[in-house]
């Protein structure tokens, strides 16, 4: 597949023809830009800028936490400095969020940590949560999961059906959330 090179990553590109439609359009498909073009649409010339456009405004970008840099609210930021925006980030949203779905979920966490993991999330036996800082990178509702389950593990400590269950009644998506999680990397 062509690709171009964003920010020392490649962004691989498709051009494909559509049935009926009147314009050329642009859209992120998983991790590849796919351009389609209308039927009679013969001859396109490919920019680069159009698929670095798309690749930038598309909530797929946020998947690229790479060890140069990762993308927030739109904007890249390098890795040097990286860290203590997401810190900062992370720990506004976990404050509120934890807030709200503790009570929700009727759990209080001893504590609440902000780390740096190979993992997105963890509950101690004592209570104690612990979340990657890269969180704030992630989409609302996979964020939002991420709180949901070791929220829930204060209820249920192990991966129960019992603790699937707490974590779909507050997060119906949850198996699909999952599936999308294993596309970033860090
Ligand atoms: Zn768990």
């Not at 590109?13 to 009926?20: A, D, L, N, P, Q």
């Not at 060890?67 to 930021?77: E, L, S, T």
């Amino acid at each position: 597949m062509p690709f171009i090179d964003i920010d020392g990553n490649t962004v691989e590109y498709e051009v494909k023809k559509g049935r009926s439609r009147k314009y050329i359009y642009l859209r992120m498909k998983g991790d590849v830009v796919e351009i389609v073009l209308p039927d009679e649409h013969w001859l396109y010339l490919v920019d680069p800028r159009d698929v670095e456009r798309i690749y930038r405004k598309s909530a797929d970008k946020t998947q690229l936490l790479t060890a140069n840099g990762f993308y927030f609210d739109g904007q890249w930021i390098s890795g040097r400095d990286g860290e203590s925006v997401l810190r900062r980030e992370s720990g506004k949203y976990l404050d509120n969020a934890v807030k709200r779905l503790s009570d929700l979920m009727n759990v209080r966490p001893k504590g609440i940590r902000i780390v740096d993991t190979r993992y997105w999330g963890s509950c101690s036996a004592k209570g104690v949560l612990s979340f990657n800082f890269r969180i704030a990178c992630l989409p609302g509702e996979m964020r939002e999961y991420l709180v949901v389950h070791e929220l829930a593990h204060l209820i249920h400590f192990s991966h129960s059906k019992l603790f699937w269950q707490t974590v779909e009644e507050l997060c119906p998506r949850y198996k699909e959330i999952r599936k999308g999680l294993k596309k970033f990397r860090f």
